[in-house]
């Protein structure tokens, strides 16, 4: 009988078998420990949203039926509800882009010992409620409100406007709460860019403007794109400011979301609406993602 | 050579040549700071109707919110919440993290960006769903409804915070220890959690601000001797303008403030 001796190369073969065995059981453990997320996760939203993505589906005679969908398209106010959202949302944007990026290069600028400091004025209104910083305007912007003395006392204009519970309200109270989401990101990107870079186009001749607008700006477009898509989308989806300071007159999507189950407990048109705001977030992120690479970006606003 | 004529950047532009850039910053810092504090002096006005500034002052606000039992209910409440939230947020979004962080598995990528889900899907629907769902299972109005629904929105910021702490970090400083003999276990416990300690913390007070402060899934599922104090204070925002909400809102701010400034002197403190 011959004795099995394992070669020196024949040892390592084995090892390694003996390894990678190891090696993936290792793994299947360690992913064993995101099961409690996954779990809690899969209760509160894949579940549900799964549920009401199956009910957008069931007539009112609880067969299948697309008149959920149907009614979207027939119907006008479901048509000025989505103008009213898309354009809430694109005019936020553009209010947040035009305040926050010159912001953003401000503190993106200042010497170190500063940072920290002004930091925090964007960084408290972040981790302010929302309910509060509402509040606030909605006393703020009221017919009596500080807002209204200060413009006449100034001579602006000579009799309180009205400044709430209509759009000009909704605007205020949106770009206040999205303003740091656009911030943060955006001066993440920009404290990326290289000096240097700056230094080497004006090196070369470019005047101050032109190397802004031909070096630092293309280089702080991904961030800017990044926060700019975080607050289209959170827009989309928002709730407690138009509600407040809409005062009933700007419908958005989630607005109507909540009066149909209020009024009328329609689930199925409720949940129809539901998924396509939930399709009109994920095709802008898609779509956007296709143009523009910020993983980190979208994530970076710890 | 005064500050005004020094270059402020690589392009020679010097502070006097875009001053008109620290105006505009600070006249946009102030517009994002004052009406988050503007509650403050708003809260000791002696008026039913928010005069500002005050003409007189007073705590009366203060009072009627410590002496109103559905106040007391359910601030009592929402900082049960808070609490139970940061308790079971953190560890659990750590662990994933850090499980997801390390794995290298083909699947981890997927897991994680199903875990981040939360942040994605429109609050709204969140809502709703959560509303239905819970209500087949009994858990509307319930602690344990509104824990659970809390730490599905604060899981994903915990993730978020740590894999970025994980990044940072060198992982081969673990690989040491379990050379040496300890197991991934004490490994974890004794050599990475101690430099992650500051994420951990920030993640923790983030997940009790995300509960306390969450609003639209609170509305439609607590209710009853379990209503969030948000849920008060959004009901109260649609009647009529209660001075009441001022004194709480101030309270809600100087909650947010002192988190904030711990996590930003534990963030400078950082080696």
Not at chain 2, 194 to 221: G, N, R, Y
């Amino acid at each position: 009988m011959r004795r099995t001796i394992s070669t020196p190369g024949q040892t390592q073969a084995l090892n390694e078998v003996a390894l990678s065995g190891q090696e993936r059981r290792e793994q299947w453990t360690l992913l064993g420990l995101s099961t409690p997320a996954i779990l809690v996760i899969a209760i509160v939203v894949l579940v549900p949203v799964g549920w009401l993505f199956y009910l957008s589906f069931v007539g009112s005679d609880g067969q299948f039926s697309l008149e959920h969908y149907k009614k979207m398209v027939e119907y006008k106010s479901y048509a000025r509800v989505f103008m009213t959202t898309f354009q809430v949302s694109l005019l936020t944007t553009l209010i947040c882009i035009v305040l926050g990026y010159p912001l953003a290069y401000f503190l993106a600028h200042l010497p170190g010992r500063w940072t920290g400091l002004f930091m925090l004025a964007v960084l408290l209104p972040f981790w302010t409620s929302l309910l509060v910083r509402t509040y606030a305007w909605l006393v703020l912007l009221q017919r009596k409100g500080l807002l209204n003395d200060l413009a006449m006392q100034i001579g602006l204009w000579d009799s309180p406007i009205k400044l709430v519970h209509n759009m000009t309200g909704t605007l205020i109270g949106m770009a206040h709460i999205m303003l740091p989401f656009l911030v943060l990101p955006l001066y993440g990107a920009m404290k990326k860019i290289e000096p240097d870079m700056m230094h080497a186009a004006s090196n070369l001749g470019a005047s101050p403007v032109r190397s802004f607008w031909n070096v630092y700006f293309p280089l702080s477009v991904s961030g800017l794109v990044a926060g700019a898509l975080i607050v289209f989308v959170l827009c989309l989806g928002f709730y407690v400011t138009p509600a407040v300071l809409g005062g009933g007159r700007v419908v958005m999507v989630a607005t109507q979301i909540t009066a149909i189950l209020e009024y009328q407990f329609d689930w199925g048109a409720a949940s129809a609406l539901g998924v396509v705001l939930l399709v009109a977030t994920i095709g802008v992120l898609y779509l956007a993602g296709r143009f523009f690479k910020f993983d980190s970006a979208l994530f970076g606003k710890g | 050579m005064s500050w005004w004529t020094q270059p402020a950047t690589q392009t020679q532009i010097t502070h006097g040549d875009r001053f008109w850039l620290y105006v505009t910053a600070a006249i946009i810092m102030l517009l994002l700071v004052i009406p988050t504090f503007i509650v403050v002096p708003m809260s000791f006005s002696d008026s039913q109707y928010l005069a500002f500034p005050p003409e007189t002052w007073s705590v009366r606000w203060y009072e009627e919110y410590f002496e109103s039992r559905k106040w007391m209910r359910a601030t009592v409440t929402s900082v049960q919440i808070g609490v139970l939230t940061m308790l079971v947020a953190t560890p659990l979004g750590t662990m994933a993290a850090y499980a997801l962080f390390v794995s290298g598995h083909r699947a981890a990528r997927a897991i994680f960006m199903l875990l981040i889900t939360p942040m994605i899907v429109p609050v709204i629907l969140i809502a709703i769903g959560a509303f239905y769902a819970f209500g087949r299972i009994g858990l509307n109005n319930s602690i344990t409804g509104l824990v659970l629904a809390h730490t599905a929105m604060a899981a994903p910021l915990v993730m978020i915070l740590i894999t970025a702490a994980l990044r940072s970090y060198d992982l081969n400083q673990e690989r040491v220890a379990r050379s040496l003999g300890a197991s991934r276990v004490k490994a974890f416990f004794l050599v990475t959690l101690p430099q992650i300690k500051f994420s951990v913390v920030t993640a923790a007070l983030l997940s009790f601000l995300t509960s306390f402060d969450e609003v639209i899934i609170s509305i439609f599922i607590s209710g009853g001797s379990n209503a969030t104090l948000t849920k008060h204070m959004f009901a109260a925002l649609r009647d009529f303008i209660d001075p009441t909400i001022a004194a709480i809102s101030t309270i809600m701010v100087a909650v947010s403030t002192v988190l904030l400034l711990t996590t930003q002197f534990i963030g400078g403190k950082k080696p």
